[in-house]
């Protein structure tokens, strides 16, 4: 049973950049065919994919914050990790990692549970002053 757990600062002032890592336990990053996205959700507001990176170190980004967000991996510490630059209070979310065997364009678009295979707990980020 893969486990993930995400990790992180729960409180970033606006302009600056935020940052979270997930760790992998009992799974490896390098599975073929896995794909590691953090989605996030902000208050009174449904499941928002933010991006994904492959089994293979491929990058894929929502196009809505695509200029602010970069997805990277460590192999070595198993961990990949989220930074999204610029803030805004409108970045205000409770930010997951989660695993899947395929990124199809519904589960980008309109993400839900059952589109992914393993879900960490989720970590609250409040974007603030």
């Known amino acids: 049973q893969v486990q993930l757990q995400e990790s992180g600062p729960g409180l970033v002032k606006p302009s600056q950049t935020l940052s979270l890592t997930c760790t992998i336990s009992d799974g490896s990053i390098t599975t073929n065919d896995a794909y590691w996205s953090w989605i996030r959700q902000p208050p009174g507001k449904g499941l928002e994919w933010v991006g994904a990176?492959?089994?293979?170190?491929?990058?894929y980004y929502t196009p809505f914050l695509k200029s602010r967000t970069s997805i990277s991996r460590n192999t070595s510490k198993n961990q990949f990790s989220l930074q999204l630059r610029s803030v805004t209070p409108e970045d205000t979310a409770v930010y997951y990692c989660?695993?899947?065997?395929?990124?199809?364009?519904?589960?980008?678009?309109?993400?839900?549970?059952?589109?992914?295979?393993?879900w960490g707990q989720g970590t609250q980020v409040t974007v603030s002053s």
């Open positions: 990176i492959s089994y293979i170190g491929n990058t």
């Open positions: 989660a695993r899947s065997s395929r990124l199809g364009s519904t589960m980008r678009i309109n993400p839900t549970r059952v589109d992914y295979d393993y």
